[in-house]
């Protein structure tokens, strides 16, 4: 197998006092879709954000692609240019979607081409078009953030990420802000990334989603990796204790959300 | 009557100097202003230290304090300026410390997350300064600084005092010599409010052309 897409070693973290990672070593072969599940407060959403740098970690090792950190170190300006290089590999899609308001669905799916990865104008708005086609959006090219719907805004976010041609797409909890009933729209579009290939990481507490898109989950507490396994595995015989009884937790909460839900007109009387 | 009649082109005439000290030291003002605001937010800490100093002596002291030491007080240091020069560098400097805070307000209140998703597809800070929070900075300073011009055209009546010939002056002089104070006051004030007006008017102009992108 070829060199793991991202590695993460011995990565710690701490925010004031609390230390939210302790020591993580993570890697994420390429095509792999390796789901980030554990209560809250776990430290997922901090493990997936040093996998861009947007947070940089206090200790440990981060290779992205060709780029490898040692953290820890003074932040100068080659290590600035390096996370710059290094995120451009990379994609995101955040919990908020943090589409830029000012700019229109494709205007926020071209800013990365045409600024950052130099494409021509025509070359640019072909490529936005493809992927708001692709995301399900075409029809609303021309529409700013403020006239769409959560799942819409989330879509075009996925689209934006997938414009740098990223080799890794990171999802910090994509659907926890929206409405439930527009989950599934999120979620298959993820769905169908990870049919064609694409190498992911997933922060979610949708435990069917988790079921069906990962090739493996990562279940974190207090900081740690407590358990890696198929999801196969880890949704019917999980080793560790806190696995089992963070699952009886989400399993009686859960709504089986990406399973399809009625259509407007046809829900039960 | 007749007085003020003839009295009415000099009004005219300081309201014209009145327009270009407000004018002329909004826009000094905002363009160190602006610089202010991002010395105020770099990361380097000496210019942060800079930026908090200058605010706070150029917002702490009177207006008129500032524009008599420029005037009276520079030329025992061997700087020798003119009137009108001295009062569009006093005014400059003061509005500049209040409109650097209405400009990093207007930073502050862009969401954290427009910062990180630029950052996420990779553009550097310059950019993502420049392409995505400055267009949406400007959108939330808009009001604080348009209140900001017209407390500014309203102050430079204190350029009366180093013997700038503007609105307020005029007005004086047309009272000294007419005993028609009420009339050549009322009439100056008349024309601050029209400039005043006109500027509000402005403003909410731009206010609903940026307000119409989203």
Known sequence: MSEPTIEITGVRKRFGEVEVLRGVDLSVERGEVVVLMGPSGSGKTTLVRCMNLLEEPDAGRVRICDCAFDCGAPRDRSARRLAQRARRRTGMVFQQFNLFPHMTALGNVIEGPRQVRRLPAAEAVALGERLLARVGLADKRDEYPSRLSGGQKQRVAIARALAMEPEVVLFDEPTSALDPELHAEVLDVIQELAGEGMTMVIVTHETHFAREVADRIVFMDGGVIVEEAAPDVFFTRPAQERARSFLRLVEHAAVPVSAPLPRRGEEAV | ?214
């Open chain 2, 1 to 214: 009557m007749d007085l003020l009649t003839n009295a009415f082109p000099m009004l005219l005439r300081g309201f014209g100097v009145t327009i270009l000290l407000g004018v002329a030291s909004f826009v000094l003002g905002s363009v160190l202003g602006a610089l202010i605001a991002l010395a105020r937010i770099s990361r380097i800490r000496v210019l942060r230290a800079v930026a908090i100093s200058y605010v706070s002596v150029f917002r702490g002291t009177p207006l008129l304090i500032q524009i008599m030491v420029i005037y009276f007080g520079l030329p025992q240091l061997g700087v020798q300026l003119e009137p009108i020069p001295s009062a569009i560098l006093a005014l400059t400097l003061f509005s500049a410390a209040y409109l650097s805070e209405n400009f990093r307000g207007g930073i502050l209140g862009v969401d954290k997350g427009q910062w990180e998703a630029a950052s996420s597809i990779g553009m550097p800070y310059g950019r993502t300064f420049r392409r995505i929070v400055f267009p949406q900075a400007i959108r939330i300073a808009t009001p604080a600084v348009g209140g900001r011009f017209i407390a500014l055209m309203k102050d430079t009546s204190l350029a009366s005092a180093v013997t700038v010939v503007e609105l307020t002056r005029v007005a004086e002089s047309v009272g000294n010599a007419s005993f028609r104070y009420m009339e050549s006051f009322l009439l100056a004030g008349a024309m601050y409010w029209l400039i005043n007006t006109v500027l509000s008017v402005g403003q909410g102009m731009l206010e609903k052309r940026l307000g119409r992108a989203y």
